[in-house]
């Protein structure tokens, strides 16, 4: 057994120094860079002008590890050849400030990029008429716990001509900002599964780009099946957008579109939500909060137009009015599905604002169907206009409710509106965690008091609520906490209660008969259970069947 032991060691050391002579270390040092090419390898060669970097790769057989590291304000890194490499990023900061991709990987084949573990990485280009700051010639598989920062300032920040994974293993990938997409990939024939983005676990967040958040071009799908998504556009586009299919069987998803005429997740095929957390918020004026695409005819696929749903949980908040156009208008929907939607489980939670639609089915040539064999599916509707996406400045505020005195532990039926004067300047949908958070706009930064409301679902109500302590707008300021929020109070009407006790019981059935003889009075807003704005013997029936649920 120690024989064998020992020969196991032996041979991991082997590998190990094997290893060790595979790597290729570039290192960066302002407007200078060294090539660290161990003598051993005879098939890679590197060429050097100040901090601009190629390396030419002839290799057939071996995968070399490049080591990144260092940082320039102007460098740049070109690898080329024909065989699979590791692309190891090691604490680099690189600008390339003359033209051209910071990293260009000009290799058609596998290329594995390992964000080293406890390293931060940035990257970014600044001028030319290259394709990406990050940009891959082949297909691209992300690992590594460390974390890497894209700036595309030319087109997209990052972009491989065939698929992008992300492993299980992955940091954190922050695309800072991008002309185009955050993230593109995609190029070839249709139904080629080597055109997607698939994400099985890390960090992803997108802000500040022109294009999309993340775009599988060219027939591609995306596939989310693990991590954390967030994708914050503002300009006319789609947080995640695919040429055929969008997948989520995993993760939480967070998208946030804010320009006109923008969807939330886009595919111009099926959209399938079978697990995992997706929020999306769409604020602009014929904005789509989902999108199933369906084509009859042209150069793409066929059919589709489906929206699949069994499982995960699936929030879509949309607000906006229609978009005027020279053809009529466009509409602001939630979920707009060319074909049929299809559910047979997870939970589905639609919230539409203002002149917004809960969900379309159908096109001009197809007669959409709709089906619900399992889970929940909801569409609640709010009054307030909330066009948040029109503002410059915010504030968040944690707040929690008090009805009657007690705090509020189920907030499933209600949401909150914040307001400036009579302009409603934010909203807050709680989730399971007691409190709510609301982000309150403004254009001006002037100390302006903020008022709050109440709105419940289910019988359309509304009430005025009164915070704790006065609220003033302030720019980048927090009010309250999880831990201790802002209290807002109110007293909500209880349907039933026609004497006003707090207790819906055979008491209330004596008042409101009473009150129908001519006897007595009743709280008539309670009294009126079934909303039909008089008081008689259906609301004594609506009574009774409160007090028999209880």
């Not at 970097?53 to 460098?75: H, L, M, Q």
């Not at 589709?304 to 929907?333: A, D, F, Q, W």
């Amino acid at each position: 057994m120690k024989k064998i032991t020992s020969i196991a060691l032996l041979l991991m050391l082997g590998i190990s120094r094997m290893s060790a002579q595979d790597i290729i270390e570039i290192v960066y040092d302002g407007s200078e860079a060294t090539v660290n090419i161990p003598s051993g390898i005879n098939d890679v060669v590197s060429s050097r002008n100040g901090a601009n970097v190629i390396i030419t790769s002839n290799t057939t057989d071996k995968e070399y590890v490049y080591r990144v590291k260092g940082a320039s304000a102007d460098g740049s890194l070109t690898i080329k050849g024909d065989y699979k490499l590791t692309l190891q990023l090691a604490g680099v900061t690189l600008t390339n400030a003359h033209g051209g991709a910071a990293i260009d990987v000009n290799c058609g084949k596998r290329i594995a990029v390992e964000l080293a573990d406890g390293t931060i990485n940035t990257l970014s280009d600044a001028i030319g008429s290259h394709k990406a700051a990050l940009h891959f010639e082949g297909h691209v598989e992300f690992k590594g716990g460390g974390k890497l920062n894209v700036s595309g300032k030319v087109k997209h920040a990052i972009r491989a001509k065939e698929y992008i994974e992300l492993k299980s293993s992955t940091g954190t990938i922050n695309i800072l900002e991008a002309v185009s997409d955050g993230i593109h990939c995609g190029k070839g024939k249709v139904n080629n599964e080597h055109n997607y983005f698939l994400m099985k676990g890390g960090i992803v967040n997108i802000t500040n780009v022109g294009g999309d958040g993340i775009d599988s071009d060219d027939y591609g799908v995306v596939k989310i099946e693990g991590g954390v998504l967030s994708v914050n556009i503002k300009d006319d586009a789609s947080g995640l957008k695919a040429d055929s299919t969008v997948t989520i069987n995993d993760g939480k998803i967070n998208i946030s579109v804010k320009g006109e005429d923008s969807k939330g997740i886009r595919a111009n095929y099926a959209v399938n939500v079978l697990g995992g957390k997706t929020i999306v918020i769409v604020e602009g004026d014929g904005s789509k909060g989902m999108k199933a695409k369906r084509y009859d005819s042209g150069s793409t696929v066929l059919n589709g137009g489906e929206l699949n749903i069994s499982g995960g949980e699936l929030s879509v908040r949309c607000h906006g009015k229609s978009l005027p156009s020279e053809s009529g208008s466009t509409k602001c929907v939630a979920v707009s599905v060319d074909a049929d939607l299809k559910q047979t489980a997870g939970d589905v939670d639609i919230t539409v604002f203002d002149e917004a639609i809960a969900y379309t089915l159908g096109s001009e040539t197809y007669q959409g169907s709709e089906t619900h064999t399992g889970g929940s599916f909801t569409v609640r509707r709010v009054p307030w206009e909330g066009q948040t996406g029109n503002y410059q400045y915010d504030m968040t505020v944690y707040v929690a409710v008090n009805n009657n005195g007690e705090r509020l532990t189920n907030y499933d039926d209600i949401t909150i509106g914040a307001f400036i004067g009579d302009e409603c300047v934010g909203y807050g949908i709680f989730e399971k965690d007691g409190y709510g958070v609301i982000r309150v706009r403004n254009n001006d930064t002037s100390a302006h008091p903020v008022t709050f409301k109440l709105y419940r679902f289910s019988d359309h109500s509304i009430y005025d609520l009164k915070p704790s302590k006065t609220v003033t707008f302030q720019k980048d300021t927090n009010v309250g906490e999880p831990s201790n929020p802002l209290v807002l109070s109110c007293k909500m009407k209880l349907r039933g209660d026609a004497n006003g006790d707090g207790e819906v019981d055979a008491e209330d059935i004596i008042a409101i008969a009473n009150f129908v003889m001519g006897k007595g009075g009743v709280m008539q807003e309670n009294a009126d259970v079934n909303g039909d704005r008089v008081v008689n013997i259906a609301d004594i029936i609506c009574v009774v069947s409160i007090i028999t649920v209880k």
